[in-house]
């Protein structure tokens, strides 16, 4: 069975770093591309970055440019997003997703949660 | 920035009955190769969202034929032929062809 599962989600003082990670089971990780979406509190949703096969190609929201860095093992199946300068608008529910084709993410984990609060 | 505007903002359906769903995007989404990179998404509640439809009108793995999307350039629509009660939940379109990726706002359903 395909399962994405996300970890690393906690309470963070504004200005902090955390680092979520994502571990793939059940498919091939080093054959998809992959992506973080992330939701506010009763909110939408909002891409956050996502990268290539064997992370040569790496793209962000402008709202996390410059403080979010995505990477990938593809030898342990896990995809991470370090955050830095967190915000408090950065609080939300953190998704990885699996990209199906042409960023349709068709197996998406959990969630983690990110509460970024003094 | 592609902006995405769904329509309506929620919907309450009988079960049996049709629901459609509108997605406008603010550019064009067909890409170099012809292709138009318009998905669909449902979230249930509580739960993670669910791909149900991708590049317009392919149904995703194990999505019941009840759901179909169509469209072309900017404006495109989701339909389910007769609602059933484990569809209720916000639906999300998005695009994927221009940087940065985008989403609509959502459209609540309800079974009345």
């Known amino acids: 069975e395909m399962q994405l599962v996300e970890s690393g989600g906690a309470l963070v003082q504004p200005g902090g770093s955390l680092r979520l990670s994502c571990a793939a089971s059940?498919?091939?990780?080093?054959?998809?591309?992959m992506s973080w979406v992330r939701q506010a509190p009763g909110k939408g949703l909002e891409w956050v970055s996502h990268m290539d096969l064997d992370g040569s190609v790496t793209r962000y929201a402008d709202s996390v440019k410059g403080r979010f860095t995505i990477s990938r093992d593809n030898a342990k199946n896990t995809l991470d997003l370090q955050m830095s300068s967190l915000r408090v608008e950065d609080t939300a529910v953190y998704y990885c997703g699996k990209d199906l084709t042409w960023n349709a993410l068709n197996l998406w984990g959990q969630g983690t949660m990110v509460t970024v609060s003094s | 920035d592609t902006v995405m505007t769904q329509s309506p903002l929620s919907l309450s359906v009988t079960p049996g009955q049709p629901a459609s769903i509108s997605c406008k995007s603010s550019?064009?989404?067909?890409?170099?190769?012809?292709?138009?990179?318009l998905h669909w998404y449902l979230q249930k509640p509580g739960q993670s969202p669910q791909l149900l439809i991708y590049?317009?009108?392919s149904r995703s793995s194990g999505v019941p034929d009840r759901f179909s999307g169509s469209g072309s350039g900017t404006d495109f629509t989701l339909k389910i032929s007769r609602v059933e009660a484990e569809d209720v939940g916000i639906y999300y379109c998005?695009?994927?062809?221009?940087?940065?990726?985008?989403f609509g706002g959502g459209t609540k359903v309800e079974i009345k």
């Open positions: 998005m695009q994927g062809t221009h940087l940065p990726l985008s």
């Open positions: 059940g498919f091939t990780f080093s054959n998809y591309w």
């Open positions: 590049d317009v009108s």
């Open positions: 550019q064009s989404l067909q890409d170099s190769d012809g292709k138009t990179h």
